[in-house]
């Protein structure tokens, strides 16, 4: 278990992917207090070296003995990764907090947005799970909505960005991109389909009930970290052609009546969101405008007149910080503060 100390010994897992590398910037920017920055990624990466605070650090490959001495490990490379060295790090003693999809429903493994339920961290058992990116920025507006008329049904629509899937999908739509405007044959290799100029109704794999299993993470996280099972979710996850950014259109049926004014006072004063709604001057939230910001941001806030208690909102957030390492970072943050 974590011990308080002056400064920690910090390592990333997949430190040269588009989280990793995010996590980075997000300890630096944030002054974690860091004794140590450890980076690893696969054999790929062995001999690249990563910046951080000013110096050139070098990427290891894991060992059986990799984590030994180091307090606390954000890992951010995919779900077979955390299945095998999770367990390994925590019983060495380290605190992990994992970004993959691996141990999210694990009943002994707390599910973390600290603006949401940051009292679950005093359960952990060395494993800390970093929700999925659509989920979090979501949880973070349904919140203050839930305290303040209790939300009982969430039909939600996503807009994706492909920096989720990792630099390769970026790679890819701006090769497309270039490739298509100078009528060149377009290659797929990342995604099934053209992603350029496209929407794809489909995010990770197909499940036996029809639904992604990403449209399934929505469903489940969000009743897990809400701590309310009652609360029904049901989701359609698209990728777009844009890099960085999740949009979201969320339908919210609440059992006390909210207004779209009382909706948008309890928002405005919810932590990590940010109320950005005046239609009228054109204003509401874009993809291209919270890339790189930490806020979530909520706008086209309205009423649904077709239900009693009904609320329509456009939410969005940069995927690779509040939906990946900014949230990862954040619950390192608290978890140093409660020890
Ligand atoms: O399984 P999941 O949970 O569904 O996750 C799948 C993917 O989603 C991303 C992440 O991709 C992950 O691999 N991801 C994870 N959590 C996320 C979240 N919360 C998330 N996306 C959004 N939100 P990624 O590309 O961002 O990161 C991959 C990182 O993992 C490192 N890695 C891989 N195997 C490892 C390992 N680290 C330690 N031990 C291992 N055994 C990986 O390092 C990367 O940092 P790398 O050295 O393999 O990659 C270095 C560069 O090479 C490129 N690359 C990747 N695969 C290939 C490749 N090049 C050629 N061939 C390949 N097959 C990468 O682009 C990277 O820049
Ligand atoms: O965190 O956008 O479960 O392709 C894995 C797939 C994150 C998004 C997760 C994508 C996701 C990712």
Not at 199 to 213: A, Q
Request: charged share 25%; aromatic share 6%; glycine share 6%.
């Amino acid at each position: 278990m974590l011990k308080k100390k002056e400064r920690y010994v910090v390592a990333v897992l997949g430190a040269t992917g588009a989280v990793g590398n995010e996590m980075i910037a997000t300890l630096e920017a944030r002054e974690f207090p860091i004794a140590k920055l450890r980076l690893f990624a696969s054999e790929r990466s062995e001999g690249r070296t990563l910046e951080f605070e000013g110096s050139e650090m070098p990427v290891e490959t894991l060992k059986e003995d990799s984590f030994k001495g180091i307090d606390i490990a954000l890992f951010s490379a995919g779900a077979e990764r955390s299945k095998i060295w999770a367990p390994v790090a925590a019983k060495s003693g380290c605190v992990v907090i994992d970004n993959s999809s691996q141990w999210r429903m694990d009943p002994e493994v707390p599910l973390v947005v600290p603006e949401v339920n940051a009292d679950e961290l005093k359960r952990h058992k060395g494993i800390i799970a970093n929700p999925n990116c659509s989920t979090i920025q979501m949880v973070v507006v349904l919140k203050p909505i839930h305290d303040a008329a209790k939300v009982r049904r969430v039909v939600v629509t996503t807009f994706q960005a492909v920096s989720g899937t990792g630099k390769k999908a970026m790679d890819e739509l701006l090769q497309q991109t270039t490739d298509l405007l100078n009528f060149r044959e377009v290659k797929c290799a990342v995604y099934p389909h053209q992603i350029a100029f496209n929407c794809l109704p489909h995010i990770d794999k197909f499940l036996e009930n029809g639904y992604t299993k990403e449209e399934m993470k929505m469903v489940n996280e969000t009743k897990k970290i809400m701590g309310d099972y009652s609360i029904r979710v049901t989701a359609t996850t698209v990728r777009v052609p844009v890099f960085r950014g999740h949009s979201e259109s969320v339908n919210i049926e609440t059992e006390r009546k909210l207004t779209a004014n009382a909706a948008r006072a309890a928002l405005a004063g919810a932590p990590g969101v940010v109320v950005y709604d005046a239609p009228e001057k054109n204003i509401y939230p874009l993809a291209i405008d919270c890339a790189g910001k930490d806020e979530t941001y909520v706008g086209r806030i309205r009423e649904d007149e077709t239900i009693e208690n009904g609320l329509n909102l456009w939410v969005v957030s940069d995927n690779l910080r509040k939906g990946a390492a900014l949230n990862a970072v954040q619950i390192a943050e608290k978890l140093i503060e409660t020890t």
